[in-house]
Nanobody, 127 residues
Framework: QVHLQESGGGSVQAGGSLRLSCVAS????????MGWFRQNPGMRREGVAV???????TYADSVKGRATISKDKDNNTVFMEIDNVKVEDSAMYYC?????????????????????WGQGTAVTVSS
C-alpha cells in the first residue's frame, strides 16, 4: 500500500492559479497511475487528471486546456496546476494511485475501484 499526502490547497481568486502537490511514500511503484480527483459534498468524486508511468496524460474535459499534471519520479511527487481557475473548481482535491490503464475510464470510474487515496486538500475559488 502507498501513502499519499497532498498539499497546496487554499483560497484563490477566480482567474488565478492553483498548484497542488502529492508525495507518495511506502511502496510507490513508478508504473502506477497517479492522478487527482475532486469532490464536493453530496457529489460523486470526479477525476481531474492522471499521469502514467511513462508520462502519458489524460485530462477531464472540465479542466482541459487549463490544467497541467506532472511528475517528479525521483521524489515520488505528482503536481497539478490549474490556471484560470473558476468558482466551479472549488472542491476537496484528492490524490490517487492505481493501476493502468491510466486513461479517461480511470478518471470516470476510478472512484469505484481505486484503493489508495490521500486525505484531501481543500480548494476554494472566490469570484
Amino acid at each position: 500500500q502507498v501513502h499519499l499526502q497532498e498539499s497546496g490547497g487554499g483560497s484563490v481568486q477566480a482567474g488565478g492559479s492553483l498548484r497542488l502537490s502529492c508525495v507518495a511514500s511506502g511502496n510507490p511503484d513508478s508504473t502506477r497511475c497517479m492522478g487527482w480527483f475532486r469532490q464536493n459534498p453530496g457529489m460523486r468524486r470526479e477525476g481531474v487528471a492522471v499521469i502514467d508511468g511513462d508520462g502519458s496524460i489524460t485530462y477531464a474535459d472540465s479542466v482541459k486546456g487549463r490544467a497541467t499534471i506532472s511528475k517528479d519520479k525521483d521524489n515520488n511527487t505528482v503536481f497539478m496546476e490549474i490556471d484560470n481557475v473558476k468558482v466551479e473548481d472549488s472542491a476537496m482535491y484528492y490524490c490517487a494511485a492505481g493501476w493502468p490503464p491510466c486513461n479517461g475510464a480511470w478518471l470516470k470510474q476510478g472512484y469505484r475501484f481505486i484503493k489508495d487515496w490521500g486525505q484531501g486538500t481543500a480548494v476554494t475559488v472566490s469570484s
